[in-house]
């Protein structure tokens, strides 16, 4: 049998597989096993990470704390700001600790929900809105301004709900709002890098996986499965797990065209983009409340949030995640690395980036191999199901799993995937 990426998803398969005694080979085509999950660490003394990719494991997110604990690795709470947080709103800027110490101005026209839910809004919205029926054809935004979206919780909907609003249905808005809300002040992460996960899932089969294999084609024999890299070589077996992301499937050459519940699946999901910045500051920076680790405003960086280690001095990873009509703003800056980022960040950070050792990213938005962030199903598709299989191939990966754009989903589809073979 063999496996077609290596990210979480084809990873878990292959260990799964092969603990259930199947002959399996993965095919990789980067050099780096984990795909969307990309740790990057930092030059300094202590190694410091930023998360490029997934980072925050919720409460329900079982699969992946059932793998971490497996591993050996220990889950972490994301631990308290030392400073205030600072919201910049409006021209103004307000410290506070829990949302009841937000002064009276940025709450001006907001409604009772509104208020408690500041500076995340739509999660109270999302939380007060009644159930939203399967058949509602409503985009997010139409829903939340037709359950009381006020002119001054639009600010605050537009800046921190991470999600197209006016694309998403209603109903993928309100269960992803609804599990946010559920999740809050309980999501963890690794310390160590969350490459804990796929690197220690990879040095399980280390004679099994080969890296470098770009596939470009497959084909669907009477007996077997051929697929074929960029570089020319082939391998074949009688099935195949396809563990790719709906951008690179889209680009592969099936032969006879692409399978019909594939290409029917694909054509309900939209792409979404998403680029994380890691910036890693002195701890001088923080002293005095000067630089609050965790910060909150409208426009690009929306919000700054601390990883959880902290060298001896200080020194800390701060995280900011452009996402929508950001994108494209971080994506020119990025043409210019490292460069092009600081120049970005200089003039809107002007505490912090005097005291910055070094910055981390990556776009996979540019990425060829990823091609985007996440998946989401289109207004007026219908909610995904999960696997696809379609004659000696099966399609897995969080993309195409019912839980798009989370770790849990990549394993839920693994797991599915060596279900459905027996
Ligand atoms: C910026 C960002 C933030 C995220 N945040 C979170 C989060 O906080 N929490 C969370 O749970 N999830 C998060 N995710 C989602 C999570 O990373 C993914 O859902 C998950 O890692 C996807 O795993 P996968 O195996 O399905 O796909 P991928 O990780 O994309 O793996 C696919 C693999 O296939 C390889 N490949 C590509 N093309 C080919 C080819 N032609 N031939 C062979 N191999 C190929 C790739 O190199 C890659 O290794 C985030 C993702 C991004 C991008």
């Known amino acids: 049998m063999i496996l077609i990426g290596g990210g979480l998803a084809g990873l878990q398969a292959l260990d799964l597989l092969r603990r259930r005694g199947f002959d399996a080979r993965l095919y990789e085509a980067s050099d780096r096993v984990g795909g969307r999950i990309y740790s990057l660490r930092s030059s300094s003394a202590g190694g410091l990470v930023a998360e490029a990719g997934a980072e925050r494991i919720r409460p329900a997110h079982l699969r992946v704390l059932g793998l971490a604990r497996q591993l050996g690795i220990t889950p972490v709470l ?59 054809s409503r985009t997010a935004w139409q829903w939340l301004k037709d ?39 309980q999501v963890k992460t690794l310390s160590g890098g969350v490459d804990t996960l796929t690197e220690g899932l990879a040095q399980r089969h280390p004679g099994h996986i080969t890296r470098g294999f770009k596939a470009v084609s497959i084909t669907q024999r009477a007996d077997q499965v051929v697929v074929r890299a960029a570089n020319g070589t082939t391998v074949s077996a009688p099935l195949a797990v396809i563990c790719l992301p709906v951008p690179v499937l889209k680009s592969l050459a099936f032969e006879g065209g692409t399978p019909k519940a594939l290409a029917d699946r694909i054509a309900g999901l939209g792409i979404e983009q998403e680029i994380k910045i890691g910036v890693e500051v002195a701890g001088a920076a923080f002293s005095g409340s000067n630089a609050p680790e965790m910060a909150f405003r409208p426009e690009f960086p929306r919000v700054v949030w601390p990883s959880p280690r902290r060298l001896d001095d200080g020194c800390r990873v701060l995280n900011m995640m452009a996402v929508n009509e950001d994108v494209p703003l971080v994506a020119a800056a990025a043409n210019g690395g490292v460069q092009g980022i600081t120049a ?55 993309d195409l799993s019912a839980y798009p754009g989370w770790m849990e989903g990549a394993l839920a589809s693994a797991e599915a995937a060596v279900a459905t073979l027996g």
């Open 78 to 136: 994301y631990p308290p700001p030392q400073n205030p947080y600072l919201l910049s709103i409006n021209g103004g800027e307000y410290r506070f600790r829990t949302p009841e110490d937000i002064p009276g101005t940025p709450l001006e026209g907001l409604s009772e929900a509104e208020k408690r839910g500041v500076p995340s809004v739509h999660l109270e919205l999302a939380a007060e809105a009644p159930p939203v029926a399967d058949d509602d």
């Open 147 to 185: 359950n009381g979206m006020t002119a001054a919780g639009e600010v605050y909907v537009r800046a921190f709900a991470p999600f197209p609003l006016d694309r998403l249905p209603a109903r993928c808005f309100q269960r992803y709002a609804l599990a946010e809300r559920r999740a809050l002040g």
């Open 344 to 398: 970005l960040l200089e003039p809107r950070l002007p505490r912090l980036m005097p005291h910055a050792r070094q910055i981390l990213f990556h776009d996979f938005s540019a990425d060829p191999l990823a091609g985007g962030a996440w998946t989401w199903p289109k207004n007026g598709a219908p909610p995904p199901k999960g696997l696809i299989r379609s004659g000696r191939l099966v399609f897995a990966g969080s």
